[in-house]
């Protein structure tokens, strides 16, 4: 399994992004309970959210985030996806 820091930097309709959130949400609780999704959540500037996803490979992740409500609903303005090999903390 591979993990990955994912950012995402919201566009600019936050009425949109707003009225999508809950569904974003409940897709979110999907994939923590799935063990898909290990952490994630907004800035407090509220320009933006990171999250931390453990899935087999790049192409999986791929998948999940074209699935997300807030990438079907067109609300996000950019993601920037990491591969990040964790050594330390208590996920180790």
Not at 25 to 44: C, F, W
Not at 58 to 77: K, Q, R, S
Request: proline share 4%; charged share 25%; no cysteine.
């Amino acid at each position: 399994m591979a993990r990955f820091v994912v950012e995402l930097v919201y566009g600019p309709d936050e009425e949109k992004r707003l009225a999508v959130r809950p569904e974003h949400r409940e897709y979110s609780r999907g994939l923590a309970d799935k063990g898909v999704l290990l952490a994630g959540g907004p800035y407090t500037d509220g320009e933006g959210a990171q999250l931390i996803y453990e899935v087999a490979d790049e192409a999986e992740l791929n998948e999940v985030l074209a699935a997300d409500p807030y990438t079907t609903a067109g609300v996000i303005a950019s993601t920037t996806i990491r591969q990040w090999e964790v050594v330390t903390g208590s996920w180790v």
